[in-house]
């Protein structure tokens, strides 16, 4: 079982509506909790980062929240643009690894006009 | 540099033959990191470097491949007697410090097929 898992595996929406993605993970304890967005053919380009005590964290049109209870993180994105069409992916650093860092497989997203 | 720049960007190899991928990592970072990325799935960890030294090459899946950061700087991935199951993007990744707290930039990718 994957330690970081994220849902949906792919999201299709219209230009200007919000989305919500998904991210649970088993790892623990972590010492950080990344969202990246990665555009076709590019390297991952990181979003947010927040320590375990951190609830939310923004940039710009994304906001990431996590609750370290439930083990679960989301990314909010508001006003969807087209270029947001990109996979978005959760990194979980363990705190015992400053090297592991487990990455989920993203979600894809798709934003049509 | 700007930016984690690696070459080539897309390679092509017969099975069976040798490849060699470059990370020139931003200047001044210490860490340097390499990650196989299947189609469709999240990057999968393969090395670590601290400056020169390997510290960690847990992820590498098997003896044919090999990395090495012989300056502390630029770092080559290796893959020996490629066969099918290598093709996937392999990506590089540098921070100031331990990945951790600090940010990790990545380069764009060297996309490997192996025909």
């Known amino acids: 079982k994957n330690q970081v898992e994220q849902s949906p595996q792919s999201l299709i929406i219209l230009e200007g509506k919000n989305c919500t993605l998904q991210?649970?993970?088993?790892?623990?304890?972590?010492?950080?909790l990344r969202w990246y967005k990665q555009d076709t053919g590019r390297g991952p380009v990181s979003l947010t980062i927040?320590?375990?005590?951190?609830n939310t964290k923004s940039n710009g049109r994304y906001t990431a929240t996590l609750d370290a209870d439930t083990k679960q993180s989301s990314l909010h994105i508001t006003a969807s643009q087209l270029s947001d069409s990109a996979s978005y992916i959760c990194?979980?650093?363990?705190?015992?690894?400053?090297?592991?860092?487990?990455f989920g497989s993203g979600t894809r997203l798709s934003i049509r006009p | 540099g700007a930016g984690v720049s690696q070459s080539p960007r897309y390679k092509v190899a017969k099975r069976g033959q040798d490849v060699a991928l470059r990370c020139d990592p931003i200047?001044?970072?210490?860490?340097l990191f390499w990650y196989q990325q299947a189609l469709g799935q999240g990057p999968e960890f393969l090395t670590y470097?601290?400056?020169?030294?390997?510290?960690?090459k847990s992820g590498l899946p098997s003896d044919r491949f090999f990395a090495e950061r012989p300056e502390g700087s630029v770092s080559t991935l290796k893959i020996q007697r490629t066969q099918q199951e290598d093709s996937a993007v392999y990506l590089c990744?540098?921070?100031?410090?331990?990945?951790?707290?600090?940010?990790?930039?990545f380069g764009q990718g060297t996309r490997l097929t192996v025909v």
């Open positions: 990744a540098s921070s100031s410090k331990g990945f951790g707290n600090t940010e990790a930039f």
């Open positions: 991210c649970n993970y088993t790892v623990s304890p972590f010492s950080n």
């Open positions: 927040m320590t375990f005590s951190e």
């Open positions: 990194v979980v650093s363990p705190y015992s690894s400053a090297s592991k860092i487990i």
């Open positions: 200047s001044g970072h210490v860490s």
């Open positions: 470097f601290q400056n020169e030294a390997q510290l960690d």
